[in-house]
């Protein structure tokens, strides 16, 4: 190489390096490009003062423990029948499940508390032939039911029977058996293969997944620690697994409640990230914790992801490829629009959300979505501490 070559190849090596170089400016400007970036506008929710229309037969609900929507954008709610002694004065128990039409209107209702789940109603689904699946958390079992609630189709668990527990800490195999749960509380359906994936629950640290029939498949999780929640171990979980949901790419979201985070698995139980919601609701200021439930928008990829918090009363919208939380509305409250114990959620069709309260709210709201807007954070309350007991729970947990 003539020297004259030799000169221009090394004057080319030194600008290629200045300009793609870890510390140049368009290697710099790359980076910032690359960088996610606050959206501009989330979606907006305003509350519908006037959903659901009165009851008729002077009926009263007790804890609305479950929302679901079918196919034709009928809302289904859940609800307990644990009225007040006033309340059963002068008034008369809602039927246990109430349909309603968009609009808000009863269509139909059912449920013989001889055969539901007695007083535990949890959480409901609606799979893709419209049938209806019922949680009964106190009782052990799951149920799934004709639309209209005619026949009980499948049932899984004995009532009563309950699974046994062992709540030493550490992450084994502590949930053994394959036909009996403890305390379950919600499920989720895979759209491909009809198999039944039960977030097992109150009683229970798994996940329990079943095929069509209700054979046993597997299993996973265990009873977690304060530590491995905060050091985002995977595949435990601190107290209450509250609810399970399959997003459109076949994973599995898993509400660890008490442990502030949502836990995502692949169908096979193989853990793949967390999703912190409310750091540190749960298991440091002594609330029921941040994660509740799950809904996605109804865009083919699912953009937005929506988490009822009931510690802090509040639902966040995230960015369901990141889990970044982009915004929240609610709080706590008894007006319209306010929540008290925000239990669980719905989405219909158009993207509008349903949710129901238990214990102090103990009622159904629709919240339409009408737009676009800046991202707005929610006052959350950061200044309520609880002693703590051992294992790092609060002392009224253990």
């Known amino acids: 190489m003539t020297r004259t070559k030799f000169i221009f190849a090394v004057v080319l090596a030194v600008l290629f390096g200045i300009s793609l170089g870890s510390g140049s400016p368009l290697h ?183 095929d069509k029939d209700g054979k046993f498949l597997r299993q996973w999780g265990a009873q977690g620690t304060v530590a491995q929640t905060e050091e985002g171990v995977g595949g435990v979980f601190l107290d209450t697994v509250h609810c399970v949901v399959i997003d459109n790419a076949g994973l599995v979201y898993v509400c660890d409640r008490k442990g502030d985070r949502i836990e995502v698995f692949d169908k096979m139980g193989n853990f793949k990230k967390n999703i912190y919601i409310k750091k540190g609701t749960g298991y440091r200021r002594g609330l029921a914790g941040s994660a509740w439930s799950i809904v996605f928008s109804r865009d083919p990829q699912q953009k937005y992801m929506f988490v009822s918090d009931g510690g802090n009363e509040v639902i966040w919208i995230l960015d369901h490829a990141t889990g970044e939380i982009l915004s929240g509305f609610g709080g706590a409250g008894h007006q319209a629009g306010n929540f008290s114990f925000l239990h669980t959620m719905a989405i219909d069709s158009k993207g509008n959300l349903i949710t129901g309260e238990t214990i102090n709210g103990r009622r159904v709201q629709k919240f339409n979505l009408v737009g676009m807007q800046p991202p707005a954070m929610p006052a959350v309350r950061e200044d309520v501490a609880t002693p703590q007991g051992p294992g790092g729970l609060p002392a009224a947990e253990n």
């Open 28 to 210: 710099l400007l790359r980076r910032a490009e690359a960088a996610p970036k606050p959206p501009a506008e989330v979606p907006k929710y305003v509350v519908d003062p006037l959903w659901p229309k009165p009851f008729r037969n002077m009926w009263v609900t007790g804890d609305v423990a479950g929302t679901c929507i079918d196919a034709q954008d009928h809302v289904f709610i859940v609800n307990r029948n644990n009225l007040t002694p006033d309340e059963i004065r002068n008034s008369h128990p809602s039927p246990a499940i109430i349909e309603f039409d968009p609009e808000g209107t009863v269509v139909n209702s059912w449920g013989d508390r001889k055969i539901l789940p007695t007083g535990s109603l949890h959480g409901c689904t609606i799979d893709g032939e419209n049938n209806v699946w019922l949680a009964g958390s106190s009782d052990g079992i799951i149920q799934k039911y004709t639309h209209d609630g005619s026949k009980l189709l499948m049932q899984i668990g004995t009532r009563g029977k309950l699974d046994t527990s062992d709540y030493t800490p550490g992450g084994y195999d502590m949930n053994a058996s394959h036909t009996m749960l403890n305390k379950p509380s919600s499920i989720a359906i895979d759209p491909g293969n009809g198999d039944i994936y039960v977030s097992d629950g109150y009683g229970n640290r798994r996940v329990a997944v079943f």
